[in-house]
């Protein structure tokens, strides 16, 4: 039998109208785009931020199919959206107050225009005009949900926190874990330093020696780091698994494990921290920005979707009478004693490059150490 | 038929009357569109070849090098995405950046040294079990032995990798076990650590290395392994005189995509590896996802791990493989 292989009309036929189909498989089972439909709206925002039965009512009423894409990093959004140009493929993003100025100077982000959401008044007042909203005299989103960076603890093995400190302390040695970037601005105000870059404007040199300083006490605290993660997810299998005991984590994160009966506490230490609040923002050229609006307003409805945002995430709700809804661990888990809360800052939006620039490098330091 | 076809050519069968065919392929060789059209093309060799080459010549483009070329282009610019206001031009700093800075280099060194290391362990681990299955499962039995196999296969890698998790957590099954049993009274931190990290690699490749292994082992001839028997070698100089020389092209090519997936595995290492077990690919997704916008700086990088990766499997090839030649 020969090995020479034979082409003829047949073959050369089957094989082109199998390759065609192959190729042409990609087209046929991709779902249809996004802004050809105006009966949908594409949401990128974090992993159990709006809640299931949520968007299964507001589909029901009104008809638009919400179509979720899920994100776990600013940075990520942020790039997508800028390779998308004036083509995006998404109605809305959730961004972190603290990275609007960012998003808004590459004008990825439209106004927000309040006069289309009439459940507004809904809005806790103290999140309606805050200051760290308005960038060039304009709103760009919808407060969902407020958080903080805090130390979480498992109080089975760890009874006191009241300092960063204990992060460092050797008898923990091997049972601690942060996220490299977050922890570092955190160890550089535990250092003395101003961890929000704010007061080093024009002043390079003096944030470099700043951030070289927490890099390489990180790095010689390298040996008390059980794992660096990523994702809210990771630090809570660690926490469950008991495989670290203490943590830098977000405060969602860390709620969510007391609210679920973890043996888990969460503080913020005498140092200080730092707060952020995630945003719902309509993309500019939005494909579908109307019913963006819809589901904004839709949001604001009622104080159950705020409290169901809350069990879910963790987070704090932005929405009026959210706390009434909550049972007494749910309230435990997201409530702070008042001195724990005057130590919170919010993250500012001033000399986010130079921030940025210097913590990414200095994070690919501390993981490369 | 196929000859037929070759010899008398399309225009001679549009000179004869068409034959009544009843299955679809007929009819459409027989309508007048195909005639004038696609017709005229298979009619030739050339066109038939062009048309076998074409398919996958379209996919070889659209799924291997374009993404690539698209990577290149993007690690060769100074600014991208490009965003209002800015001007992007070419350039080679992304790539310079590499070499000036060694911080870079560590994670580099890191990925090889592990992939090495996991190459090397999973032969040594995967060896015995497809020679089992190859030479020792009877035939029938073998197909069997082989799903059986596959079957964790099935699940992503995430799921397996998750599944390690459960498996060397300090809560998990290994560490319960070990407790109940009595042999510890304190759980044993595996995880997060460069045991962890090598064991599921080797979990999650060790079929990259199964099946080049075993369609080399139940190639070689049983009759060899006799007369060498015959002639009084023992098992080991049977296996280091006649299997391994003969399953060489499987350890190859096992080895080498292994070592392959080995370097380029992003979510294994990020979930299963420690403090000091950061490598190449989470540095580069460090430049993609980090606050700062460096995507060329990550492109360049994620070429410079490409082109290092095919150079050391194609030297390991040829200094291990060498030229084809008899084992004998």
């Known amino acids: ?369 | 038929m196929a000859d037929s076809n070759r010899i008398a050519g399309y225009s001679a069968a549009r000179a004869a009357p068409a034959p009544r065919y009843s299955t679809g392929m007929a009819k459409i060789v027989n309508s007048a569109i195909y005639r004038h059209t696609l017709g005229a093309v298979v009619e030739t060799r050339i066109g038939r070849v062009i048309l076998l080459a074409g398919v996958p010549l379209i996919w070889l483009v659209m799924l291997h090098v374009g993404p690539i070329y698209q990577m290149l282009k993007i690690s060769l610019l100074s600014h991208y995405p490009i965003q209002p206001g800015v001007e992007s031009h070419y350039t080679l700093d992304n790539y310079a950046i590499f070499f000036r800075e060694s911080l870079y280099f560590t994670p580099l060194l890191k990925s090889f040294v592990f992939a090495t290391a996991a190459t090397a362990v999973t032969l040594l681990v995967v060896y015995p079990v497809a020679y089992y299955v190859a030479k020792i499962v009877k035939p029938e039995g073998r197909t069997k032995a082989l799903l059986l196999l596959l079957v964790p296969f099935w699940a992503g890698e995430l799921i397996r990798t998750f599944s390690v998790i459960m498996l060397l957590a300090n809560r998990g099954g290994l560490n319960v076990l070990l407790r109940e049993v009595g042999i510890i009274d304190r759980p044993i931190p595996m995880l997060y650590t460069s045991f962890s990290l090598g064991f599921g690699l080797v979990y999650l490749i060790c079929l990259y290395m199964l099946l080049p292994l075993y369609s080399a082992i139940e190639k070689i001839p049983t009759q060899y392994l006799d007369a060498a028997a015959d002639l009084g070698a023992g098992p080991f100089t049977r296996f280091r005189r006649i299997i391994l020389p003969l399953s060489k092209d499987g350890i190859v090519s096992g080895c080498s995509l292994v070592f392959l997936t080995c370097i380029g595995v992003f979510a294994t290492p990020m979930l299963l590896g420690g403090p000091n077990t950061v490598l190449f690919p989470e540095t580069i997704s460090g430049f993609f996802h980090g606050a700062s916008d460096k995507w060329p700086v990550g492109a360049a990088f994620a070429l410079i791990m490409l082109v290092t990766a095919l150079i050391t499997a194609a030297i390991f090839m040829r200094l291990v493989g060498g030229k084809k030649r008899n084992a004998f």
């Open chain 1, 1 to 369: 039998m020969s090995d020479k292989f034979e082409t003829n009309r047949r073959t050369a036929l089957k094989f082109l109208g199998t390759g065609a189909a192959v190729l042409a498989v990609p087209y046929i089972i991709r779902p249809r785009p996004a802004w050809a439909d105006n009966g949908v709206l594409n949401v990128t925002t974090y992993d159990k931020f709006l809640p299931q039965e949520f968007v299964e009512k507001f589909q029901k009423d009104t008809g638009i199919e919400v179509r979720i894409r899920l994100t776990d990093d600013q940075g990520k959004q942020y790039n997508l959206l800028t390779a998308e140009g004036a083509n995006p493929s998404t109605d809305i993003v959730t961004v972190a107050g603290h990275r609007y100025t960012q998003f808004i100077n590459s004008k990825l982000l439209q106004p927000l225009d309040t006069g289309k959401i009439s459940n507004w008044k809904n809005l806790n007042t103290a999140y309606q005009d805050a200051p760290w909203a308005r960038v060039d005299g304009n709103l760009w989103g919808l407060p969902i949900l407020a958080g903080y960076e805090g130390l979480a603890r498992n109080v089975d093995y760890v009874k006191d926190a009241p300092s960063w400190e204990i992060m460092f302390d050797p008898q923990y040695k091997g049972q601690t874990s942060y996220i490299v970037s977050d922890f570092m601005t955190i160890v550089m105000q535990y250092l003395g330093h101003d961890g929000d870059f704010v007061t080093y404007v024009d002043k390079p040199d003096i944030a470099q020696k700043a951030t070289n300083e927490a890099r390489d006490f990180l790095i010689k605290n390298k040996d008390m780091v059980r794992k660096y993660y990523d994702a809210g997810s990771e630090v809570q299998q660690m926490f469950i698994n008991e495989d670290i005991y203490l943590a830098h984590s977000w405060s969602g994160p860390a709620a969510k494990l007391i609210m679920d009966g973890h043996p888990i506490q969460l503080s913020v230490p005498k140092e200080g921290t730092f707060g952020f609040c995630y945003t719902l923002n309509v993309v500019n050229n939005a494909p579908n920005a109307e019913n963006a609006y819809k589901l904004l307003d839709a949001i604001l409805a009622s104080p159950e979707v705020g409290a169901a945002m809350t069990r879910q995430s963790g987070y704090s709700s932005t929405m009026n009478g959210v706390g009434d809804l909550l049972d007494e661990r749910e309230k435990l888990a997201s409530t702070l004693p008042q001195e724990e809360v005057d130590r919170i800052i919010f993250f500012s939006s001033v000399n986010r490059d130079m921030k940025n620039e210097m913590i990414d490098r200095a994070t690919a330091e501390v993981k490369a150490a």
